[in-house]
């Protein structure tokens, strides 16, 4: 199965834990954590693209190098000759409490999909996944390019297309763009995998069964509703739920849905049921929370597997 994860990678700057004025620096994005969590579950079941725009600086080419290590395909990476890579840093309080800040208005991947040159690069892959953030960071004509270029390789080659909204109201110009893309995303998708909160933020719903009801109109078969520590529920003729694996050292929830989503699609790549696939989400998503920062260092990430805290 060849996947193209498409979406913005950037660089992520977190205080170091014993000096406040020295920074740790590691790549990070949505769409870049589930591409590299999916790989790390899947190994050779899935062959793996990040299609992207980055600059040509050093930062950038930390990107690449980390795909590479974590062996996801970097050919579909364009190199934007005038712009750098996106920039973010997560302040903690004394209380622990996290903000985030960014630099990203004139990111590298903002260029994304300005021909269609660039959107022809997806008729090479069985499944695209994309986030609301992807469309967001695109320009109107981009945007559009895009998703006109997924529905006709839906439609002509069979194409999976799989979302998640991941809503950021900054990022959007204004709501009304932002539900319109979302809700034609969510109708177009094979793989719907949304969270509560954003769904509720995003289209003003005031219940989980409103948001239940708006995902059977749009059709969608596959997928699952995020519900933080509650469990997801999965989406489709039968909703199942799944009790989520007691968390009793969460460190830090970055990367949570990120982590869930690479789970979900991990567990449908080996022919797991909505219910085993959401167990598998939830135990990635449970691991990955009882680590500082969106992706679990290598060496961590190793041990969990030799330990089998996933079932895979
Ligand atoms: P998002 O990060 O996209 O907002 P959620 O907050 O719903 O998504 O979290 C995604 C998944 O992470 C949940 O479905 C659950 O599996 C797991 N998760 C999040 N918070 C907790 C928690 N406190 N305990 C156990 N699992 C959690």
């Given at each position: 199965m ?7 990678a950037m660089?992520e ?7 406040r004025d020295a ?7 949505d769409?870049?954590?589930t ?9 050779s079941k899935?062959d793996?693209?990040?299609c992207?725009?980055v600059?040509?600086?050093p930062?950038?080419d ?5 795909l590479e290590?974590e062996?996801?395909?970097t ?7 005038t ?10 309080d004394?209380?622990?409490e996290r903000?985030f800040?960014?630099w ?14 660039e959107t022809?690069v997806?008729?090479?892959?069985d ?7 992807t ?6 004509d981009a945007?559009?390019r895009?998703m006109?270029?997924?529905?006709s ?14 809503y950021?109201?900054?990022l959007?110009?204004?709501?009304d763009a ?13 793989i719907a ?7 509720m933020?995003l289209?003003g719903?005031?219940?989980e069964?409103?948001?239940m ?7 969608v078969?596959?997928g ?10 999965s ?13 009793m050292?969460v460190v830090?929830?970055t990367?949570?849905g ?8 991990a567990?449908?790549l ?6 085993g ?9 449970a691991?990955?929370?009882?680590f500082?920062g969106?992706?679990?260092p290598r060496?961590?990430?190793d041990r ?5 805290s996933?079932e895979?």
């Amino acid at each position: 199965m060849k996947i193209a994860f498409v979406g913005e990678a950037m660089i992520e700057l977190s205080q170091s834990a014993n000096d406040r004025d020295a920074v740790n620096l590691s790549p990070a994005g949505d769409v870049y954590n589930t591409a590299v969590y999916l790989k790390r579950l899947a190994g050779s079941k899935a062959d793996i693209s990040f299609c992207s725009a980055v600059g040509n600086d050093p930062y950038s080419d930390r990107i690449v190098e980390f795909l590479e290590h974590e062996e996801i395909a970097t050919g579909d990476i364009r190199r934007d000759e005038t712009r750098n890579c996106g920039l973010y840093a997560i302040a903690t309080d004394e209380s622990g409490e996290r903000s985030f800040y960014y630099w990203r208005d004139r990111s590298a991947a903002r260029t994304l999909f300005e021909t269609d040159r660039e959107t022809a690069v997806l008729e090479m892959f069985d499944a695209v996944f994309l986030s609301g953030i992807t469309l967001a960071i695109l320009g109107d004509d981009a945007r559009r390019r895009l998703m006109e270029k997924l529905e006709s390789l839906q439609k002509r080659s069979g194409l999976q297309v799989i979302f998640d909204s991941n809503y950021r109201q900054r990022l959007w110009l204004d709501t009304d763009a932002a539900r319109y893309w979302t809700g034609q995303a969510w109708a177009m998708a094979d793989i719907a995998l949304p969270s509560l909160d954003d769904e509720m933020d995003l289209f003003g719903e005031q219940s989980e069964s409103e948001v239940m009801q708006r995902f059977r109109s749009y059709g969608v078969r596959t997928g699952a509703l995020k519900r933080g520590g509650k469990g997801a529920i999965s989406l489709g003729e039968e909703p199942v739920s799944v009790e989520p694996p007691t968390v009793m050292d969460v460190v830090d929830t970055t990367a949570a849905g990120d982590s869930f989503n690479a789970g979900f699609l991990a567990g449908i790549l080996f022919g797991r049921d909505a219910a085993g696939s959401i167990a598998l989400a939830q135990q990635t998503a449970a691991q990955v929370i009882r680590f500082k920062g969106a992706i679990v260092p290598r060496p961590d990430w190793d041990r969990l597997i030799s330990e089998k805290s996933f079932e895979i």
